[in-house]
């Protein structure tokens, strides 16, 4: 059973930045996928980014140019680094990976980008 621990969100401004965390039970290199989801009140959840274990990275359009996904093979953690947030990116954001065919996610951590 894969578990996946979420940390970092929290409330910011507009502009301001954030950096999401994600620490898994097994060793990273397991996934061929991992990736952040988010999921706003009354919508679906959606695509945030991910890095394949090609280490292919893809990103939502929304967020081009201003998140940045990584993974770190020492430390055994997947980030997100967040920088000119919006309020739209307001959400439960969820880590996300994949192991032989089997999607796992975590509990989720809230963002909330308000003035």
């Known amino acids: 059973q894969v578990r996946l621990v979420e940390s970092g969100g929290g409330l910011v401004q507009p502009g301001g930045s954030l950096r999401l965390s994600c620490a898994p039970n097994k060793n990273i290199f397991e996934f061929s996928v991992t990736a952040w989801y988010r999921q706003a009140p009354g919508t679906q959840r959606e695509f945030v980014a991910s890095i394949a274990n090609s280490d292919r990275i893809t990103y939502a359009d929304s967020v081009k140019g201003r998140f940045s996904i990584s993974k770190d093979t020492v430390t055994n953690v997947l980030d997100l680094q967040m920088n000119n947030l919006e309020p739209e990116d307001s959400a439960v954001y969820y880590c996300?990976?994949?192991?032989?065919?089997?999607?796992?996610w975590g509990q989720g951590t809230q963002v909330t980008v308000s003035s």
């Open positions: 996300n990976v994949v192991k032989l065919g089997r999607s796992f």
